[in-house]
Structure formats: structure tokens, C-alpha cells
């Protein structure tokens, strides 16, 4: 499996009760790939301000996400700048191989395995901005109205099929020269 583009791999065992801060910046080449892997015209900033503590389970992550990012508007494809803000809790714990159905309660559907090298802080950030980021992103009205007027009905573009196979066709120099 391919490494995350953002990682930073902690080891529980590292960890103390007594909550640990951990501030991480996405640089340069980790926004690039970020971007391109979740689709983003371009991602001028990530970071988060974390703190971490090892609980009788596994760790517990509660701190802030921040993030500048920017995506094509579904309507148009014109840029749609987003600013990210919000709050991470998240658990991590080691998951046993157990056989059969598992019930789980509402709060413990968040929870993400500790992995063989430990967790993945950077990764489980973003995840975290993917989740955040507009699903459906629109640019302001005037720039979708713009683009909705070069839309064409589907008789028009029925229409500018034919005409462009009907171009393409031998027999088309033929036409021309009547």
C-alpha cells in the first residue's frame, strides 16, 4: 500500500495519560498531493493543533483543523475558495480479531484501528478535511447563471451530434461541392 501523503505516525506506547500537544503543517508537496487526490483545484493550507493521550483503551485526539482550500464549482468549474474551521475528536484503538457480528454503540462508530507502525495523526487529518469540505460546491449566482445560458437543451445538442458526424463523414466534401 502506497503511503499516506501526510503522515505522521505516533506510538501509543509513547504516549501518557497526560495529554501531549502536537501542531502539524502540511507543507508544499503533501498539499499538492492532498489536492489531487481529493479532487481540489488547490490546497494553500492545512494544519492542526492536537492533543493527544493514551487511554486505557487506546489514544484519544481532540484539537482544531484549519484549512484553505479551493474546488470547482459542480455548475461551472469555476473556483470556489473554502475556509476549513472546525473541531477533531477522534479515538483511536487496537481492534481484535473477533469472529461473528460485533454491536457497536453510537460512539463507537468513530473509531479507527491502531495500526502495526501505531496511528496515523497526519492521515486521520485528512480524512478529517475531506469530510469537512462542501459536497456540493457553487460558485456565486452570477457565475452559474453565466454558465447555465452556454448549456444546451438536448434537441440542441441531438442536433450538434449530427451535424458533427455529418462533417466528419467521406461523403461530406461531396455534399459541399453541389
Not at 8 to 19: G, H, N, Q, V
Not at 78 to 94: C, T
Not at 117 to 133: F, R, T
Request: a negative charge; glycine letters at 6%.
Amino acid at each position: 500500500m502506497d503511503s499516506p501523503e501526510f503522515s505522521f505516525l505516533i506510538a501509543p506506547d509513547r504516549l501518557t495519560a497526560t495529554a501531549s500537544p502536537y501542531d502539524l503543517v502540511a507543507g508544499e508537496a503533501a498539499r499538492e498531493a492532498l489536492a489531487k487526490r481529493f479532487d481540489l483545484l488547490s490546497l494553500d493550507r492545512l494544519e492542526a493543533h492536537l492533543l493527544v493521550r493514551r487511554m486505557a483503551r487506546g489514544v484519544e485526539v481532540n484539537g482544531h483543523l484549519e484549512a484553505d482550500a479551493v474546488q470547482a464549482c459542480v455548475i461551472s468549474g469555476a473556483p470556489v475558495p473554502a475556509h476549513i474551521s472546525a473541531p477533531v475528536h477522534l479515538r483511536f484503538e487496537r481492534m481484535t480479531e473477533a469472529g461473528g457480528e460485533m454491536e457497536l454503540d453510537a460512539g463507537e462508530l468513530d473509531i479507527l484501528p491502531i495500526g502495526p507502525e501505531g496511528i496515523d495523526l497526519g492521515e486521520a487529518i485528512a480524512e478529517s478535511l475531506a469530510l469537512e469540505l462542501p459536497e456540493w460546491p457553487r460558485a456565486d449566482d452570477e457565475t452559474v447563471a453565466a454558465a447555465r445560458g452556454l448549456l444546451m437543451s438536448e434537441e440542441q445538442a441531438d442536433a450538434q451530434i449530427r451535424a458533427d458526424r455529418m462533417a466528419q463523414s467521406p461523403f461530406a466534401g461531396l455534399k459541399r461541392s453541389e
